[in-house]
């Protein structure tokens, strides 16, 4: 079956530390992948974009990386910070770029202690 | 607008109800979508359009749903007969381009929907 799996347990790190939070899918061939953040009863906020010809995306304190062999994506906070604390989605287009519906997983919550 | 706007935010109805659920997304957005999102879950994925031509519609759960898009701005999001089962928060996002190579999405803060 096609499914997107985050980790599925909550996140607690110190302030400061690499936060690394996985995605990880099964029977799809995504042209891209996206992460998105999320905070209690507003919508999900747009982070980062990774093509499938892509190993790794940065953004400030942001690093995304795609492993299409592993079917996997790896996002990374580095420096972490109490604001951070929010819950992280992926999404994927599950139809190798001929589609613009996206397929999203449930989610990760990090919380960032300071 | 400088936002996607949904309304009205929270919508309270009885079984039975036909609601309609507003979406209006950033000025020269060209696609928009429609999700529903439950409690500690992703979003799940509802119908899109590009200007006022629906081009996926296959989430939508059954023939009680329908979305329109008149004049390709402004979204109707209508749920006819509605069950308990459809109390969900529902969101809407726009993106830029229709390009498949710019998929960056802008959501809305939501409809929060309850079935009495």
């Known amino acids: 079956s096609q499914k997107i799996e985050q980790n599925s347990e909550a996140l607690n790190i110190q302030e400061g530390k690499t936060a690394t939070l996985t995605c990880n899918y099964t029977n799809y061939s995504p042209a891209y992948l996206q992460w998105y953040r999320q905070d209690p009863g507003r919508g999900p906020v747009f982070l980062l974009l990774?093509?499938?010809n892509e190993k790794e995306k940065r953004k400030e304190r942001l690093k995304v990386t795609f492993d299409t062999t592993l079917k996997q994506s790896l996002f990374h906070i580095t420096a972490s910070q109490p604001a951070d604390s929010a819950t992280y989605l992926c999404?994927?287009?599950?139809?190798?770029?001929?589609?613009?519906?996206?397929?999203w997983g449930l989610g990760t919550s990090l919380a960032v202690n300071p | 607008g400088a936002g996607v706007s949904q309304s009205p935010r929270y919508k309270v109805t009885k079984r039975g109800q036909d609601v309609a659920l507003r979406c209006d997304p950033i000025s020269g957005h060209v696609s928009l979508y429609w999700y529903r999102q439950a409690l500690g879950q992703g979003p799940e994925f509802l119908t899109y359009?590009?200007?006022?031509?629906?081009?996926?519609k296959s989430g939508l759960p059954n023939d009680r749903f329908s979305a329109e898009r008149p004049e390709g701005s402004i979204s109707t999001l209508t749920i006819q007969r509605t069950e308990q089962r459809d109390s969900a928060m529902y969101r809407c996002a726009s993106s830029l381009e229709a390009s498949a190579t710019n998929e960056k999405l802008f959501f809305g803060s939501g409809t929060q929907l309850s079935v009495l």
């Open positions: 359009f590009n200007y006022e031509a629906q081009q996926d």
């Open positions: 990774i093509r499938e």
């Open positions: 999404a994927l287009d599950p139809n190798a770029g001929n589609n613009r519906k996206l397929i």
